[in-house]
T-cell receptor, first 111, second 114 residues
Framework: NAGVTQTPKFRILKIGQSMTLQCTQD?????MYWYRQDPGMGLKLIYY???????DKGEVPNGYNVSRSTTEDFPLRLELAAPSQTSVYFC??????????FGQGTRLTVV | TQLLEQSPQFLSIQEGENLTVYCNSS?????LQWYRQEPGEGPVLLVT?????EVKKLKRLTFQFGDARKDSSLHITAAQPGDTGLYLC??????????????FGQGTELSVKP
């Protein structure tokens, strides 16, 4: 059972570089989420999607972009990386009225 | 914006002690969820509370949803080192047109020492 798969697991970026964090789920879930988590803290919502073709901003969307062209995939794009984007990024998915299932996370460092 | 405030943020106790973690909001939630996260892993659901006043038990963990559905608590009896981790409460936004948004509290970092 794959569940929610995130790639890469680790990445070091230089300031100003761009990258895409990949997230795919095989549970046919409508809802998908991107969160960032700083050390010892909770999860802050970056973007979410309620279905293919529909995305919406969360609490901290600045510096990020997303797309949802298929039910399975929800990539997160970082343009012009900044040190403030150093964090652990989690992707999650759920179906209506169910729990959220999380990926293993991507640890990103911007230097 | 609906917010969830957790307290305390950090808790360090000895094995065998009891503890309570609180999750509060000024807004009503249709339900609240509690997750536990271990280092290097994503959060995993412990329980969902749905009805105001509801109490759910999971072995030594007791979860309560406030009557007004604005707050919840997690009580652990006789804590063990295996309970160590980050505990997170979460809820779905009830703001119009944002029902899919799942928001989290800041988390409570629990350390249980043998």
């Amino acid at each position: 059972n794959a569940g929610v798969t995130q790639t890469p697991k680790f990445r070091i970026l230089k300031i100003g570089q761009s990258m895409t964090l990949q997230c795919t789920q095989d549970m046919n879930h409508n809802y998908m989420y991107w969160y960032r988590q700083d050390p010892g803290m909770g999860l802050k919502l970056i973007y979410y999607s309620v279905g293919a073709g529909i995305t919406d901003k969360g609490e901290v969307p600045n510096g990020y972009n997303v797309s949802r062209s298929t039910t399975e995939d929800f990539p997160l794009r970082l343009e012009l990386a900044a040190p403030s984007q150093t964090s652990v990024y989690f992707c999650a998915s759920r179906q209506v009225n169910t729990e959220a299932f999380f990926g293993q996370g991507t640890r990103l460092t911007v230097v | 914006t609906q917010l969830l405030e957790q307290s305390p943020q950090f808790l360090s106790i000895q094995e065998g002690e009891n503890l309570t973690v609180y999750c509060n909001s000024s807004s009503v939630f249709s339900s609240l969820q509690w997750y536990r996260q271990e280092p290097g892993e994503g959060p995993v659901l412990l329980v969902t509370v749905v009805t105001g006043g509801e109490v759910k038990k999971l072995k030594r963990l007791t979860f309560q949803f406030g009557d007004a559905r604005k707050d919840s608590s997690l009580h652990i009896t006789a804590a063990q080192p295996g309970d160590t981790g980050l505990y997170l409460c979460a809820g779905y936004s009830m703001i119009y047109n944002q029902g899919g948004k799942l928001i989290f509290g800041q988390g409570t970092e629990l350390s249980v020492k043998p």
